[in-house]
Every structure is written in structure tokens, then in C-alpha cells.
């Protein structure tokens, strides 16, 4: 092995027998270990013990609402794509309690919970997923509130990155200008090469404490023909999209077709599970539950994920603003691609496809948008691109 | 994001569904009670019940007396009405935009509040009536469904006792003995004494009324950026974070709850946004 010096943006190579020892180098400096591993039927992000517990062998197929797990025979180790869970399971919980109160006298008192100060390594962030938590980070910590729970999380976080090295059916993260390659963000970065005999990675470093890691595994530096070869992996990856949108003016068209038939013809098909709002990496929506023991002197109050596709979620006295399925898919897809842009200034959609392929009716955000651009209801709407939205 | 214990000082029932809460911080809390900006909201707390957005009705000139007033609607707010002297809240805030008392300096200022929405407009009441020269005409015009249903009754009267506050008030229905004005408030715009070009509107009430005043105060060509009104939307979190209360691109918490007319005006006209 040559030493060579790492920096952030240098690249080396780490052999496939080598990922054992990102894990344990990662669980010596105290990180939980999470990342892809198959469980009931999907890929799912779990607690890893070992890189054994990773998909190897396992490919994904995906199309509007299908999912389906095959396995393959080139022993691959991330050759899928983004599956129903997404990072926000473990930066953006579920189900967080916030604080605790104790009743005695009349009068209360209230202790807040400490923010999580576990340290956790998350291994196989695909780079659609690196933007959404970027996004989410832009929720959470860059607005005149910051929230402190997300912030302990993301400070005490180690992202080892994914390059794709194939596109999933409903991906278009290149639409979305999202991937397949991650730009920054990371720790690490890995893009994985399978060649005859060699099965390997070349990693690129993101951070300081990306480079101390690496500098811990046996690795030397990238030749010419190495880098070339992840280069036209993510290349080929970003021409092999399974889905497209055209987001020209995007923010436009949706605040001028806020009355577009489209959106009657969308509710007549949605069931207004909320399954797609659980499976985006960026939808943050929360309500709380308040909960009292048996005595009613114990109280606590919980954070959980909520969705707008549920009639509640609205609701004020006298009943809710958005008492039907199409005010609420407006809602939703106007949120991701328009006001999102305006609230927080960047697309809420990545382009990791989880809503369209968990559907279970199949509906299509870029078939969607399609569908609004090619027939606008505005004449300041700007229809352009060809029918299959290609620009 | 964590509720500060506050002690129920006084309540008053306004009317049958209504009442005010004056609070103070809970003994041994040591930090001084927050200034607030009139138009502002705190969340309240009642205790494993739930949170509920409540504009801060008081003098903002008088911060330690902490006032909110309530209509007991559903779950947490009918918990907020059991409480009594003594007993503990929890309060989050002050959260939201405020009225443009700045900018209203040296213009009339016409208020219009239906039901409740007197309680988020009384806070400019007080601070215009404190600082009565830097104003020029002031109108309130105030609305309710019945008489019995009139916030506030004794401060009503006594601000229309004084020469330099026109205060007109009008309820839906009435029984006979009712001497005041049977209709809807918006009646009262085109009569009122206030100069269109120069005036800033200050609106709170449902909706749809509004709707109706804007629509009174455009007749009269008032410019749509000098008028203001404040939103509702439902609310969790009141810090921007919980997704409920986005009206359009703005979130009604930190954006609002008080806006521009001009700035909201075409989200006003798409139903169910
Ligand atoms: C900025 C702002 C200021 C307000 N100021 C006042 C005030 O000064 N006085 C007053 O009496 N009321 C005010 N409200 C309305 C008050 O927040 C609701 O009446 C209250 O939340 C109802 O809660 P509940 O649990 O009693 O009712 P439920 O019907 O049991 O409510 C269930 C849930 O729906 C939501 N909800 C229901 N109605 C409303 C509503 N109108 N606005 C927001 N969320 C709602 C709440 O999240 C609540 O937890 C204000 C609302 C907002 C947004
Ligand atoms: S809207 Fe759909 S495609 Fe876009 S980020 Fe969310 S789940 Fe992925
Ligand atoms: S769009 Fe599909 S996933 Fe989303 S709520 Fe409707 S039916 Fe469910």
C-alpha cells in the first residue's frame, strides 16, 4: 500500500474485503451503525452489526406501485436503489417524546428531554437522499427557530455515501439535479466497481473525520483507470432514469393551475393513505400527543410524524380546510414543487421516487406535473418539452 | 419548545363560552414575564390535555399581566375554562407577527372584529388609547352573533363614552330589548369616520367576514397594502416546524398569524388551500 495524503477530495481505492473495517473503525470511535440490510420482503435502513448484514446479492425492481426484491449473482452489495424507508427514520423519528410533566398540588412541572447525544455512522446514503437531508437540515436549522433535537442528531452523525451505480424504475434524481453522484454532504463517498476478478471501492473524502477514518483501513491511491471506471459508473447510471420531470418554471405553473381539472382527476385515484408522505426522505409534517398515566399526574407530550393527506390535519373548528382528496393531493405535490421553493428555497422533492413506487395505486408525481404542463390552465403556463416531458 | 408553568391570577367569564385568564410565571420560575407585540399568540397548556394557539389579549404596555381570552371550543380549550384561581398553565411564546402600529403612526386606523377577533385587536385598542396623538381618526368596529355574545361589555362601553374613539357594534340577532344595531358589522364601513386614501385597516373575525370587509374597504378604494388581517390555521407546533399551519407558501405561525392583505389576497381565493 502507498500512503498518500488524504484530503478532503482526494480519492483512493478500498477493496471489498476492506468494508468490514470501515465498519469496525466506525464501532471503535463509538458510532451505531446504521444502513440497508433486507428484511420482510425490502431493503429497509436498520442497525447493522457487520457488513455482513448488508443486501448483499440483492436487487430491487420498482415501478409504480411495485416493489419487488430479487436477488443477483455478482455479489454486489448496493446494486438497488432508494427502498420505503428513508434516514428520517433515525435524524427525524417516528415518535419522539419532548418532555415530561409531573402534577402535585394544582401545579406542575415540566422536564424537557435531552437531545440524543448517540453517535450514529449512516452507511449507503444514496445522493438523493444526502439532498433530502440537506433539506430537511434547512427545516430544522436554518429558519429563525432551531429545532435542538434534530440539530444533536445531525451533529453527531457520520454519513458514508453511495455513488449509483444503476437507476432504480422510478428514480430521477437527474431531474431534479439530486444525483446520482454525491457532491458534498458526506464523510465518505464510495462508488463500487465490480470488473472480472476485482470487486472494489473507490472512496472519495468528504470531511476531516471521513479522511482519519479512511487513513485506518488498508487503502492506497486511485490509478487513472480506477477513477475512470467510477466515473462511467455514475455516468451510466445518470442516463438509465426511470422517471423524468420537467421542472422548468415549475414553482410558476403550480401557483397558476392551483384550479387545474388535473387535480380532480388525481383525487378521484388517490386513496388518501398518506403512504407517500411516510416514505418521502424530506415530508417533515408532525402533530403531537398528549398522554396522561391512570392517576392524571404524570404527563408527557409526543412528537410523530403526521401526513396532510389526512382530514385532521387541517381541522379547526367547524371542520377542516381541506375536507377533500383533492384539495389534500394539492396540497401535498403544491408543497413539494412550488411553495416548498419559497419557504425554504429549494425543491422538497429529490427525486428518490418512494412515493411513486409505494402508491399503492401507482400515482406518478412526474406523470402528474406532466399532465398540468401539458395542458396549463393558465396561458402564462409554460408548456414546454415534448409529451414525454423530456426538455 | 418547552411550556413555562404560569399561575391563574383571575378568570372572567366574558360570556357563556367565553372567559379571560390573567396569568402570571409560576412562583420560583425567575425569569421576567415576556413583552409581547399586539397580535401575538402564546400556545397554552392544560395539563395532559393538549396545547391550543391563543392570541395575548392584553395591555402590551403591561406585560406582567399576562391576559388571554378563550372560547371554549373542544378538548383543550374547555380544559383552559375548568381552571381556576391558582391553578397551573403552561405557556409557550410570545409567537407570530404583529399589527402595524409603525406604520399606522400619524394615519387613521379602522378595526373591524367579528366574535372572538376582538381578542387579538384589544392589545391595539389599548396601546392606540395610550398613545392617542400619534393617530389620527380611530374606528372599532366590532361584531357578534347576539348581544349576549359581545366580548368585553364594560371596556365597549366606556371607549364609546370617549370623543376620540368612534366604537360601533352590531350583532346578528336580538331579542327586543336590544337598543343597538341588528346586521352584519361591514354594514358600518362606507360610514364610518375615517379617511380611505390615508386609513390602515386592521381586520380579525371568520373568514368570511373578512372576506366582507376587505371587500367593504376595497370599495371605498382603500389600498389593498394598507389593510391587514389576521389568519387561523391549525396549529401544533407555532415554530414553523410541524407542517400544519401553512396557508400557501407562508406558515401561519411565524409568517402570521398577521398579514398584508396584498400578500395574501389570491391564496384568500382558492378554496381548501
Ligand atoms: C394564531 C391563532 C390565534 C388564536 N387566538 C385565539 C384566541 O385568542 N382565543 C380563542 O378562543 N381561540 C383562539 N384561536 C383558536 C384556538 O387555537 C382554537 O380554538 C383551539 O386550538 C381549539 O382547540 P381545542 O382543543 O379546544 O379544540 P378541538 O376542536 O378539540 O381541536 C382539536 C385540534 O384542532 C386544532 N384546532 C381546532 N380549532 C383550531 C383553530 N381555530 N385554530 C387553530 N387550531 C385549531 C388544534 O390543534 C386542536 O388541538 C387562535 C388560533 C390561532 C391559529
Ligand atoms: S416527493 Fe416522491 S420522489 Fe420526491 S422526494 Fe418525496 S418521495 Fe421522493
Ligand atoms: S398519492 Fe398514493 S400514496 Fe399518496 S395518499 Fe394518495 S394513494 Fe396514498
Redesign the interface.
Same mark, same amino acid.
Given at each position: 500500500m502507498t500512503e498518500i495524503a488524504l484530503t478532503v477530495g482526494t480519492h483512493s481505492v478500498l477493496e471489498r474485503a476492506s468494508l468490514d473495517k470501515l465498519f469496525a473503525a466506525l464501532s471503535k470511535r463509538g458510532f451505531r451503525l446504521v444502513g440497508p440490510t433486507v428484511r420482510d420482503g425490502a431493503i429497509v435502513y436498520d442497525e447493522l452489526k457487520s457488513a455482513a448484514d448488508l443486501p448483499v446479492g440483492w436487487t430491487d425492481e420498482q415501478k409504480g406501485g411495485t416493489y419487488r426484491l430479487k436477488s443477483r449473482n455478482d455479489g454486489a452489495v448496493f446494486g438497488y436503489t432508494a427502498g420505503p424507508h428513508s434516514w428520517k427514520k433515525f435524524l427525524h423519528p417516528p415518535a419522539v417524546r419532548l418532555w415530561q410533566a409531573d402534577r402535585a398540588d394544582g401545579a406542575f412541572e415540566i422536564k424537557e428531554e435531552k437531545p440524543d447525544a448517540q453517535k450514529t455512522a449512516f452507511i449507503g446514503v444514496r445522493s438523493c437522499d444526502l439532498h433530502a437531508i440537506a433539506v430537511q437540515d434547512k427545516v430544522f436549522l436554518n429558519g429563525r427557530y432551531l429545532d435542538p433535537y434534530y440539530q444533536a442528531r445531525r451533529e453527531n452523525s457520520f454519513i458514508a455515501a453511495i455513488n449509483c451505480s444503476q437507476a432504480g424504475g422510478t428514480c430521477f434524481c437527474v431531474s431534479m439535479g439530486t444525483g446520482p453522484k454525491a457532491a458534498s454532504g458526506f464523510d465518505l463517498a464510495l462508488t463500487e466497481i465490480r470488473e472480472q476478478e476485482r470487486h472494489y471501492f473507490v472512496a472519495e473524502v468528504g470531511t476531516e473525520l471521513g479522511a482519519e477514518i479512511l487513513a485506518e483501513l488498508p487503502h492506497r491511491e486511485v490509478e487513472g483507470h480506477e477513477k475512470a471506471a467510477a466515473d462511467e459508473t455514475v455516468a451510466k447510471t445518470a442516463q438509465a432514469m426511470g422517471r423524468q420531470m420537467d421542472t422548468t418554471n415549475i414553482k410558476e405553473l403550480l401557483y397558476q393551475n392551483y384550479e387545474h381539472p388535473r387535480w380532480d382527476q388525481v383525487a378521484g385515484r388517490c386513496l388518501t393513505c398518506a403512504n407517500c408522505t411516510m416514505v418521502c426522505p424530506t415530508c417533515f409534517c408532525t402533530t403531537v400527543e398528549d398522554v396522561t398515566d391512570l392517576k392524571g399526574e404524570h404527563a408527557e407530550r409526543w412528537q410523530k410524524w403526521d401526513s396532510c393527506f389526512t382530514r385532521d390535519f387541517s381541522y379547526i373548528h367547524g371542520g377542516s380546510i381541506r375536507a377533500t382528496p383533492k384539495t389534500r393531493y394539492r396540497q401535498w405535490m403544491t408543497h413539494k414543487l412550488a411553495t416548498w421553493i419559497d419557504q425554504f428555497g429549494t425543491s422538497g422533492c429529490v427525486g428518490c421516487g418512494r412515493c411513486i413506487t409505494w402508491c399503492p395505486v401507482g400515482i406518478d408525481i412526474t406523470e402528474e406535473v406532466r399532465a398540468i404542463r401539458e395542458a396549463p390552465q393558465s396561458p402564462k403556463g409554460s408548456p414546454t418539452g415534448d409529451k414525454h416531458g423530456n426538455t | 419548545? *418547552?411550556?413555562?408553568?404560569h =399561575?391563574v391570577r383571575r378568570v372572567w367569564q366574558e360570556t357563556h363560552d367565553t372567559f379571560t385568564l390573567e396569568l402570571a410565571p409560576?412562583a420560583g420560575d425567575g425569569a421576567a414575564p415576556s413583552s409581547f407585540a399586539p397580535g401575538q399568540f402564546n400556545m397554552l397548556y392544560a !395539563? %395532559? *390535555?393538549?396545547?391550543a394557539a391563543i392570541s395575548i389579549s392584553g395591555d402590551p404596555a403591561r406585560p406582567e399581566r399576562l391576559v388571554h381570552t378563550i372560547r371554549a371550543?373542544?378538548a383543550t380549550t374547555k380544559a383552559l375554562a375548568r381552571l381556576r384561581r391558582?391553578? =397551573?398553565v %403552561?405557556i409557550r411564546g410570545p409567537f407570530g407577527s404583529q399589527w402595524p402600529l409603525g406604520e399606522a403612526a400619524g394615519r387613521d386606523i379602522v378595526i373591524i372584529a367579528g366574535g372572538i377577533g376582538l381578542a387579538p385587536l384589544r392589545p391595539v385598542v389599548y396601546h392606540v388609547l395610550q398613545n392617542r396623538q400619534n393617530y389620527g381618526n380611530v374606528v372599532l368596529l366590532y361584531g357578534a352573533r347576539s348581544p349576549g355574545d359581545l366580548l368585553y361589555a364594560k371596556e365597549l362601553e366606556q371607549w364609546r363614552g370617549r370623543f376620540d374613539l368612534e366604537v360601533q357594534v352590531a350583532v346578528d340577532r336580538a331579542p327586543a330589548t336590544w337598543r343597538g344595531t341588528v346586521g352584519v358589522v361591514t354594514n358600518f364601513i362606507p360610514r364610518a369616520r375615517f379617511d380611505p386614501s390615508e386609513a390602515v385597516a386592521m381586520i380579525c373575525g371568520p373568514e368570511i367576514m373578512m372576506r366582507f370587509a376587505v371587500q367593504g374597504i376595497e370599495e371605498l378604494e382603500m389600498k389593498s397594502e394598507s389593510i391587514y388581517i389576521s389568519m387561523?390555521?391549525?396549529m401544533? #407546533?407555532a *415554530?414553523? !416546524? #410541524?407542517?400544519?399551519c401553512?396557508f400557501?407558501?407562508a406558515?401561519i405561525c411565524?409568517d402570521g398569524p398577521v398579514f398584508s392583505y396584498e400578500s395574501v389576497r389570491a391564496l384568500l381565493n382558492?378554496? %381548501?388551500?
Amino acid at each position: 500500500m502507498t500512503e498518500i495524503a488524504l484530503t478532503v477530495g482526494t480519492h483512493s481505492v478500498l477493496e471489498r474485503a476492506s468494508l468490514d473495517k470501515l465498519f469496525a473503525a466506525l464501532s471503535k470511535r463509538g458510532f451505531r451503525l446504521v444502513g440497508p440490510t433486507v428484511r420482510d420482503g425490502a431493503i429497509v435502513y436498520d442497525e447493522l452489526k457487520s457488513a455482513a448484514d448488508l443486501p448483499v446479492g440483492w436487487t430491487d425492481e420498482q415501478k409504480g406501485g411495485t416493489y419487488r426484491l430479487k436477488s443477483r449473482n455478482d455479489g454486489a452489495v448496493f446494486g438497488y436503489t432508494a427502498g420505503p424507508h428513508s434516514w428520517k427514520k433515525f435524524l427525524h423519528p417516528p415518535a419522539v417524546r419532548l418532555w415530561q410533566a409531573d402534577r402535585a398540588d394544582g401545579a406542575f412541572e415540566i422536564k424537557e428531554e435531552k437531545p440524543d447525544a448517540q453517535k450514529t455512522a449512516f452507511i449507503g446514503v444514496r445522493s438523493c437522499d444526502l439532498h433530502a437531508i440537506a433539506v430537511q437540515d434547512k427545516v430544522f436549522l436554518n429558519g429563525r427557530y432551531l429545532d435542538p433535537y434534530y440539530q444533536a442528531r445531525r451533529e453527531n452523525s457520520f454519513i458514508a455515501a453511495i455513488n449509483c451505480s444503476q437507476a432504480g424504475g422510478t428514480c430521477f434524481c437527474v431531474s431534479m439535479g439530486t444525483g446520482p453522484k454525491a457532491a458534498s454532504g458526506f464523510d465518505l463517498a464510495l462508488t463500487e466497481i465490480r470488473e472480472q476478478e476485482r470487486h472494489y471501492f473507490v472512496a472519495e473524502v468528504g470531511t476531516e473525520l471521513g479522511a482519519e477514518i479512511l487513513a485506518e483501513l488498508p487503502h492506497r491511491e486511485v490509478e487513472g483507470h480506477e477513477k475512470a471506471a467510477a466515473d462511467e459508473t455514475v455516468a451510466k447510471t445518470a442516463q438509465a432514469m426511470g422517471r423524468q420531470m420537467d421542472t422548468t418554471n415549475i414553482k410558476e405553473l403550480l401557483y397558476q393551475n392551483y384550479e387545474h381539472p388535473r387535480w380532480d382527476q388525481v383525487a378521484g385515484r388517490c386513496l388518501t393513505c398518506a403512504n407517500c408522505t411516510m416514505v418521502c426522505p424530506t415530508c417533515f409534517c408532525t402533530t403531537v400527543e398528549d398522554v396522561t398515566d391512570l392517576k392524571g399526574e404524570h404527563a408527557e407530550r409526543w412528537q410523530k410524524w403526521d401526513s396532510c393527506f389526512t382530514r385532521d390535519f387541517s381541522y379547526i373548528h367547524g371542520g377542516s380546510i381541506r375536507a377533500t382528496p383533492k384539495t389534500r393531493y394539492r396540497q401535498w405535490m403544491t408543497h413539494k414543487l412550488a411553495t416548498w421553493i419559497d419557504q425554504f428555497g429549494t425543491s422538497g422533492c429529490v427525486g428518490c421516487g418512494r412515493c411513486i413506487t409505494w402508491c399503492p395505486v401507482g400515482i406518478d408525481i412526474t406523470e402528474e406535473v406532466r399532465a398540468i404542463r401539458e395542458a396549463p390552465q393558465s396561458p402564462k403556463g409554460s408548456p414546454t418539452g415534448d409529451k414525454h416531458g423530456n426538455t | 419548545m *418547552v411550556p413555562r408553568p404560569h =399561575t391563574v391570577r383571575r378568570v372572567w367569564q366574558e360570556t357563556h363560552d367565553t372567559f379571560t385568564l390573567e396569568l402570571a410565571p409560576a412562583a420560583g420560575d425567575g425569569a421576567a414575564p415576556s413583552s409581547f407585540a399586539p397580535g401575538q399568540f402564546n400556545m397554552l397548556y392544560a !395539563f %395532559g *390535555v393538549g396545547e391550543a394557539a391563543i392570541s395575548i389579549s392584553g395591555d402590551p404596555a403591561r406585560p406582567e399581566r399576562l391576559v388571554h381570552t378563550i372560547r371554549a371550543v373542544g378538548a383543550t380549550t374547555k380544559a383552559l375554562a375548568r381552571l381556576r384561581r391558582g391553578d =397551573t398553565v %403552561g405557556i409557550r411564546g410570545p409567537f407570530g407577527s404583529q399589527w402595524p402600529l409603525g406604520e399606522a403612526a400619524g394615519r387613521d386606523i379602522v378595526i373591524i372584529a367579528g366574535g372572538i377577533g376582538l381578542a387579538p385587536l384589544r392589545p391595539v385598542v389599548y396601546h392606540v388609547l395610550q398613545n392617542r396623538q400619534n393617530y389620527g381618526n380611530v374606528v372599532l368596529l366590532y361584531g357578534a352573533r347576539s348581544p349576549g355574545d359581545l366580548l368585553y361589555a364594560k371596556e365597549l362601553e366606556q371607549w364609546r363614552g370617549r370623543f376620540d374613539l368612534e366604537v360601533q357594534v352590531a350583532v346578528d340577532r336580538a331579542p327586543a330589548t336590544w337598543r343597538g344595531t341588528v346586521g352584519v358589522v361591514t354594514n358600518f364601513i362606507p360610514r364610518a369616520r375615517f379617511d380611505p386614501s390615508e386609513a390602515v385597516a386592521m381586520i380579525c373575525g371568520p373568514e368570511i367576514m373578512m372576506r366582507f370587509a376587505v371587500q367593504g374597504i376595497e370599495e371605498l378604494e382603500m389600498k389593498s397594502e394598507s389593510i391587514y388581517i389576521s389568519m387561523e390555521r391549525n396549529m401544533k #407546533c407555532a *415554530v414553523g !416546524f #410541524c407542517g400544519h399551519c401553512q396557508f400557501g407558501p407562508a406558515f401561519i405561525c411565524k409568517d402570521g398569524p398577521v398579514f398584508s392583505y396584498e400578500s395574501v389576497r389570491a391564496l384568500l381565493n382558492i378554496r %381548501g388551500i
